[in-house]
């Protein structure tokens, strides 16, 4: 099977190189977070030659409470990824919402993602479509992964074939995930890039009442294991104290922490693209 190459930037997906990190907090909490945040991710990348795209949502529109923290919302935020751009040389992702927001947010974004719960809506998936730039759908959680060939089409119909499928865990029971790495190679059959989420693949949705739970001591463990089932990238969502972070805490992994297994990612990677056997 074919891959499609897929370009963010200067950085490209699924092609022969190494695994692309899609990194950052959860949610842009202020400018002077996000900027930190992607100077150090640039810097952790850099050394470890690990090609990155910078995603943190200017809003987190699903949140399990009406009083939980959602993010600067559209105009703002959109700001901030520009100046993140401008700065570092970083590509940019973040989610898209609506059809409204989504001509501002491909004026900006490297690549507009579509949230798990809206992977279906057909009017956003076109809106995203038309503005060709690189749709990143995010697999719902209560879809099979062959049911993404018709999120594909939708995006397909429009003349835009720049796109990646992310597999971020099934509904598994109340407040649970789980992965099934079937999945990646199932969606990768499709013919686009496939990444896995790591981070939001051992959230616990809702588990803490007015706000999802996490086991984030599972993440380096399924990130090692999607690198050798053969994704073409990882997302994750890293922040300075995740323990302090108003969205996704326990979720989220340290800098320091994708610091120290980024080597064996590596390895894991180069082995398995060294031995065709994606």
């Not at 202020?30 to 850099?46: G, M, Q, V």
């Not at 053969?230 to 992994?253: K, Q, R, S, T, W």
């Amino acid at each position: 099977m074919n891959i499609h190459s897929i370009k963010i930037g200067d950085v490209v997906v699924g092609g022969p190189g190494p695994f692309v990190l899609f990194a950052g907090p959860c949610v842009i909490e202020t400018e002077k977070s996000a900027l930190t945040h992607a100077e150090k991710l640039k810097k952790i990348c850099d050394k470890r030659r690990v090609p990155l795209v910078f995603k943190s949502s200017y809003d987190k529109a699903n949140r399990t409470s009406l009083e939980s923290f959602r993010g600067p919302g559209s105009r703002r935020g959109l700001a901030v990824l520009k100046k993140v751009k401008k700065e570092f040389g970083i590509p940019v992702l973040s989610d898209v919402h609506n059809v409204e927001e989504a001509q501002a947010a491909g004026a900006v974004l490297d690549c507009l993602q579509i949230p798990a719960f809206l992977c279906r809506q057909t009017d956003l998936l076109v809106a995203a479509a038309l503005t060709k730039k690189p749709v990143n759908i995010k697999k719902g959680q209560f879809l099979a992964p062959w049911d993404m060939q018709e999120a594909i089409k939708k995006v397909e119909a429009k003349g835009n074939r720049r796109i990646l499928l992310t597999e971020r865990g099934v509904s598994f029971g109340y407040n649970n995930l789980v992965v099934d790495f079937r999945g990646l190679a199932i969606m990768r059959g499709f013919g686009y890039p496939v990444i896995f989420d790591a981070t939001h693949s051992v959230q616990l949705p809702g588990a803490k009442g007015t706000q999802s739970g996490g086991e984030r001591e599972y993440v380096s463990g399924l990130s090692r294991a999607a690198l050798a089932f053969g994704c073409a990238g990882l997302f994750l969502e890293v922040h300075e104290n995740p323990d302090l972070a108003p969205c996704d805490g326990p979720n989220m992994i340290s800098l320091k922490l994708l610091e120290a297994i980024l080597p064996v990612l590596q390895e894991i990677d180069q082995t398995v693209s060294r031995n065709k056997i994606r």
